[in-house]
């Protein structure tokens, strides 16, 4: 073998040799990081003034699957009827829906949920998000797979 083929050969195992090292020491190797489910959700919202006040439905008309321990009802800016402030006490999601959710699950947010709420509800000025979070990534980010209402219809 000649000294030219030797070198080369060392040359070549080298270039291999950084180029493995470059990219563990960059962070290529690291997994993708999680993504959030892809659904589809329907929400009816009933204005009704009597009784316990506004609900918001919400339907899972199709999608992933979802496991409700993944997810967290995020409500801001509902009020009762006389103006002042409520906070969501009991997760809607964990509440009613299974252990899995899928096409056809339905959730109700209503008075009965929420601190403060002896009055009916009122969440004309509401905000709802739909937060995902993935148990088994606790360094994964979480991501707000649903909103209502859609910011492009706010008044």
Known sequence: MSP?????ILVGIAAILAATVGVFALGFSEQRPTQ?????????YNERTTGNGEYLNLSFSSGET???DNLTVVVSGAKRADGSDVTLDTDPIQAQASTRITSGTQ????QGQFTGSGAPLDLSDATLRLVWNP?????SETYVIYRWPDPSQRN
């Open 107 to 110: 959730i109700t947010i209503h």
């Open 36 to 44: 959030a489910p892809q659904v589809a959700i329907v929400a009816d």
């Open 4 to 8: 030219v083929i030797g070198v080369v």
């Open 135 to 139: 148990v088994d990534d606790p360094e």
């Open 66 to 68: 979802v496991y409700r």
